[in-house]
Nanobody, 119 residues
Framework: QVQLVESGGGLVQAGDSLRLSCAASGRTFSNYVMAWFRQAPGQNREFVASIGWSGNSMSYTDSVKGRFAITRDNAKNTVYLQKNNLRPDGTAVYYC????????????WGQGTQVTVSS
């Protein structure tokens, strides 16, 4: 099982930028598709973005397209989420997740990092 630790959350103002990081350990990082999810207060957890094992295939939920960018550094076992032009509806706990490339479900989850966007 891969272990994931998120960092980089905080309190920001609308329009600001923020970069989240997720450090992985315990398994071969390049064997995993990595993703970010978020859960706003009173809401279900939702998909934000994912990136393939080689870093060449990214997917985003419509609400963040053009503002967020997911990247990964396999040498550092880390995945990032660059968030630009933040909006108050982006206030949520952001979770990092790992899916083995041979699986259809995410097997590892981090503890989450809180992002609060004030208007």
């Amino acid at each position: 099982q891969v272990q994931l630790v998120e960092s980089g959350g905080g309190l920001v103002q609308a329009g600001d930028s923020l970069r989240l990081s997720c450090a992985a350990s315990g398994r071969t990082f390049s064997n995993y598709v990595m993703a970010w999810f978020r859960q706003a207060p009173g809401q279900n957890r939702e998909f934000v973005a994912s990136i393939g094992w080689s870093g060449n295939s990214m997917s985003y939920t419509d609400s963040v397209k053009g503002r967020f960018a997911i990247t990964r550094d396999n040498a550092k076992n880390t995945v990032y989420l660059q968030k630009n032009n933040l909006r108050p509806d982006g206030t949520a706990v952001y979770y990092c997740a790992a899916r083995p490339i041979t699986s259809r479900s995410y097997k590892g989850w981090g503890q989450g990092t809180q992002v609060t966007v004030s208007s």
